[in-house]
């Protein structure tokens, strides 16, 4: 199984980013799918979930994305977006997509993980 997360990068507050997630080796219809990212010196934190078929999306419990950060996938092409708008400093963090049967929150409960890509939004 290969998660290869993308679209990373250098960008100023207010700015936008679309992180892209291509899946290989899993039925990628049979997985729920999450971002998650993990700032220096911070645990890693849910930031979004999206069920199998899409029609389920699940928020972290602090409200810091929402009305912000988009999360979709595409099946056809086995890939989970994350479109990130008004970006803010504290955004900044190296951002992981994982994927799950059990659409929970917790880490823990991911089978797969991505290897990260870099998000630095400077002020």
């Known amino acids: 199984v290969q998660l290869q997360a993308s679209g990373g990068g250098l960008v100023q507050a207010g700015g936008s980013l679309r992180l892209s997630c291509a899946a290989s080796?899993?039925?990628?219809?049979?997985?729920?799918m999450a971002w998650f990212r993990q700032a220096p010196g911070k645990e890693r934190e849910f930031v979004l979930g999206?069920?199998?078929?899409?029609?389920?999306?699940?928020?972290a419990d602090s409200d810091s994305v929402k009305g912000r950060f988009t999360i979709s996938r595409d099946n056809a092409k086995n890939t989970v977006y994350l479109q990130m708008n008004s970006l803010k400093p504290e955004d900044t963090a190296v951002y992981y997509c994982?994927?799950?049967?059990?659409?929970?929150?917790?880490?823990?409960?991911?089978?797969?993980w991505g290897q990260g890509t870099q998000v630095t939004v400077s002020s």
């Open positions: 999206i069920s199998r078929s899409g029609g389920i999306i699940r928020y």
């Open positions: 080796g899993l039925t990628f219809s049979g997985h729920d």
């Open positions: 994982a994927a799950t049967k059990s659409f929970a929150l917790g880490a823990t409960t991911y089978d797969y």
